[in-house]
């Protein structure tokens, strides 16, 4: 990929709502090909979507997310890749990742409570057939996602005027 | 009885400033103190562009260094001039980014900070009278300094049109027999404006000709948008005449701990070396180990952090330009510098009024020396939402003029 569209990226990462004016100002670059090379990454499917990340346990309405290793049997034919759809079409799925290691899908879930969740894995996930064995682990408390670091960040505590 | 006591009121009433050194009592406080005085009073919620000194925490891997060094109860006194491993990185780090090749051994000496390396340089050089060449605007601590050592302070006016290069002609108008030390910055502090080789020839060859030792203060060097930097004493001929100050607290985001280096002849160092061993010893070794760090596996980190202020730059040019602030381009550093003449109020009464009318701190150009007034130094290490917050209050501002 060319350095335009990755810088571009980085500082949409940064804040998604940066106008094309705006980076373009901070690249050095016009802004008619800034926009370009965003409808083109959306268009490919580089840039996916556009979200907020939500510190959740500031928000009343907290949610509860698990993270499950998932033992399977590959199917012969489409090996991972079938069960894996299985699961991440159920909504309460937020992410799917084949893994090496001990176990080989490690799914993410969220839900209202900890019933709910459990539920989901003993009704939803256990029973799919070749799921072999399932191990859910409950997330206590996030300190950085997608790496934004979630505590409070340190203040500015420079002097307003200095050398 | 009484006669006794009359004379021991006088005693009391002798003035304290009395017992002063002339050339400190004497010595204005810096016009950025003042500015600091009037913004730290204010209550209100002020957007600053008034610091020099980077919004980035040291990236972590220094600060990771220094405590573990710190728990393995590295706490002592380190030789005079430096941990060896910290001169040789310097010397490398020189070498491979400027091409100016210095020995570790005997040319390189570690420093609290950059201020005491300029300090250092000119205790040594420094005999009362000698006149110090300054181009300004400059970094504001050089004429103070040079006062305190007994030399005097010389300004040499450098101008927007020119980018505020020093030119041949103006150093060779402020020589005098006495001239013996002139003191250079580029990228400057404050107007970002930098030196290119081509620039750098004429002035080498009067400082030959005029047989005049220079202190090049570079911390600014790796803080370069166009063009790489080009040291002083990269130039033919000037290594031996220059004294290379430079350290770790701009592009390294080091500010807090107090490291710099000065690098020259070896004689001139070892000058240097025996006042920086006779009044602070060493530099803190917590700082050498992190500075060593920071040279040996920080470029990278370093390199993103100049990313980041080279695209803020570019925000904040534009800003005051659409806003009809004429700025010329800053191509080092990290601050801009336009202009406000074409609003009809001094730098001073721009600055405050910005301050108390609309929240925005910046600091005055005037108070940078010659060719200041007029001018507003606006620091860009600032986040993006900060920049266009204060780059609208100007706006605003300046619709209300
Ligand atoms: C031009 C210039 N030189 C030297 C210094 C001092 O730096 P240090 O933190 O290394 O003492 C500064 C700091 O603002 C500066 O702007």
């Known amino acids: 990929m060319d350095a335009l569209k990755l810088n571009i990226l980085e500082l949409l990462k940064e804040d998604a709502r940066r106008s094309a004016d705006l980076i373009a100002t901070m690249l050095g670059t016009a802004e008619a090909e800034v926009a370009r090379a965003i409808s083109e990454m959306e268009a490919d499917k580089v840039i996916v979507k556009y979200a907020t990340v939500v510190n959740w346990s500031k928000v009343d309405d907290e949610k509860v997310t698990a993270l499950i290793e998932v033992q399977i049997t590959p199917e012969r034919g489409h090996g991972f890749d079938a069960i894996a759809e299985r699961i991440y079409l159920y909504p309460e799925v937020k992410s799917v990742y084949l893994m090496s290691g001990a176990y080989d899908l490690l799914v993410e879930i969220e839900g209202s409570s900890l019933k709910q969740v459990a539920s989901f894995v003993s009704n939803k996930l256990s029973p799919i057939d070749r799921v072999l064995s399932t191990k859910t682990n409950f997330i206590l408390k996030k300190y950085k996602q997608d790496g934004i670091i979630f505590e409070d960040q340190e203040d500015d505590h420079r002097m307003l005027v200095s050398p | 009885m009484i006669k006794d006591e009359i004379t021991i009121q006088q005693n009391k009433v002798k003035s304290m400033q009395d017992y002063l050194a002339p050339a400190v009592r004497e010595m204005k406080p810096s016009g950025i103190r003042k500015f600091f005085d009037l913004v730290s009073n204010s209550k209100e919620d002020i957007i600053s562009l008034g610091v020099g000194e980077p919004d980035f925490s040291t990236p972590w891997h220094v600060r990771e260094a220094a405590v573990h060094s710190l728990e393995r109860g590295r706490t002592k006194y380190t030789p005079n001039s430096g941990i060896p491993e910290l001169r040789e990185a310097i010397a490398d780090y020189l070498h491979t980014s400027f091409k100016v090749k210095y020995e570790p051994s005997n040319e390189v000496l570690v420093t609290v900070g950059g201020s005491e390396a300029i300090d250092l340089a000119l205790r040594a050089l420094i005999t009362p009278g000698d006149e110090i ?170 390199d993103r952090m100049i990313e980041s202020y080279n695209q803020r730059r570019r925000l904040i040019v534009k800003g005051f330009r659409d806003i009809g602030l004429e700025c010329h381009e800053p191509q080092g550093a990290f601050y801009a510098f336009p202009s406000i003449v074409a609003t009809g109020l001094t730098s001073e009464e721009f600055a405050q009024r910005l301050l108390f009318e609309s929240k925005v701190a910046a600091v005055p150009g005037d108070v940078f020396g010659l060719g200041g007034e007029g001018f507003l130094r606006c620091s860009y290490a600032y986040s993006v939402s900060q920049l266009n917050e204060a780059l609208e209050r100007i706006g605003n501002f300046m619709r209300k003029l």
């Open chain 2, 133 to 302: 060449l300054i181009p300004e605007p400059c970094y504001i601590s050089y004429s103070p300094i040079t006062s305190i050592s007994g030399g005097v302070a010389v300004g040499i006016e450098t101008f927007a049109k020119d980018q505020f290069k020093l030119t041949e002609k103006a150093l060779r108008d402020a020589i005098t027999p006495r001239s013996k030390i002139l003191i250079l910055c580029y990228p400057s502090n404050p107007t970002g404006g930098i030196m290119t080789y081509e620039d750098w020839l004429p002035i080498a060859k009067v400082i030959e000709e005029n047989d005049l030792i220079v202190i090049s203060d570079e911390i600014y060097a790796e803080l370069t948008y166009g063009q790489k930097h080009v040291s002083f004493a990269a130039i033919p001929g000037m290594k031996d005449r220059t004294i290379l100050v430079s350290g770790f607290s701009k592009a390294f985001a080091m500010t807090g701990w107090r490291m710099g280096y000065a690098c020259g002849h070896q004689e001139l160092i070892s000058a240097m070396t025996k006042i920086h061993q006779y009044t602070v010893m060493c530099a803190p070794v917590m700082g050498q180990v992190a500075a060593h760090e920071a040279l040996t596996n920080g470029l990278e980190e370093k």
